[in-house]
């Protein structure tokens, strides 16, 4: 089903790898999160394999991102709540997309420290292409463990194929700036699927100077 409409649920993290949530989502490719990511989530893996070592992991909750305030704001206070009722003392935030998803990680955020449980966010950022612009759509007090996988405006240069599948046409619909010289192809990194991944399979990070 679309889970747009769904309420945030409860997921055993063993049915995350099983498959249990699909790709659907339409956002920059950069943010795009495919079945294969969510099958092989790392927070999810890395969890997993500390379970009952060094800590206890509960679950996985996973909530829809809405558009309308008041849908935010129920939204994430029943994720909170269901953390809650989880006994977390801490939780790890991922998201796909950016805007208003990474509204909804600060409200979840706030509410979750205002009960006593501690946040780590991660998330990509639209600093601009030299990173000196604000690279999240929201920000809170609260959100003081931030973990960074890229900026998605960084401009890199692709160099010339040997062989080409499709048309120059084609890169005009792309998200993410794009021009060539002395034929080769400079873009944005938000042109590429997964390449700041926010379940934090990408290895890119963005350090504060």
């Known amino acids: 089903m679309d889970c747009k409409g769904i309420l945030p649920t ?11 949530i699909v790709s659907g989502n339409c956002v920059s490719a950069c943010d795009k999160n495919t079945t294969f990511h969510y099958m092989n989530d790392p927070v999810v893996d890395q969890l ?6 060094d800590i206890c992991f509960a679950g996985v909750v996973v909530t829809p991102s809405k558009v309308r305030l008041a ?7 029943f994720a909170v709540n269901l953390c809650n009722m989880l006994h977390a003392d ?6 796909e997309g950016f805007g208003n998803p990474e509204v909804d990680m600060m409200m979840v955020c706030a509410k979750a420290k205002a009960i006593g449980i501690e946040s780590v966010l991660i998330g990509d950022e639209y600093a601009g292409p030299d990173g000196l612009s604000q690279g999240l759509a929201d920000v809170t007090p609260e959100a003081d463990a ?3 996988v890229g900026n998605a405006n960084e401009v890199i240069e692709i160099p010339t194929m040997r062989e080409v599948l499709g048309y120059d046409e084609t890169l005009e619909t792309l998200a993410g700036g794009r021009r060539k ?3 080769k192809l400079q873009v944005e990194l938000q042109v590429f699927t997964g390449s700041t991944n926010a379940l934090g399979y990408s290895k890119l990070r963005c350090l504060e100077y």
């Open 48 to 53: 997993l394999r500390k379970n009952g070592k």
């Open 10 to 20: 409860v997921l055993n993290p063993l049915e995350m790898m099983d498959g249990a």
């Open 71 to 77: 849908e935010k704001e129920k939204c994430t206070s």
């Open 146 to 148: 931030f973990v960074s």
């Open 181 to 183: 010289l002395n034929g």
């Open 90 to 95: 801490g939780i790890i935030l991922t998201e």
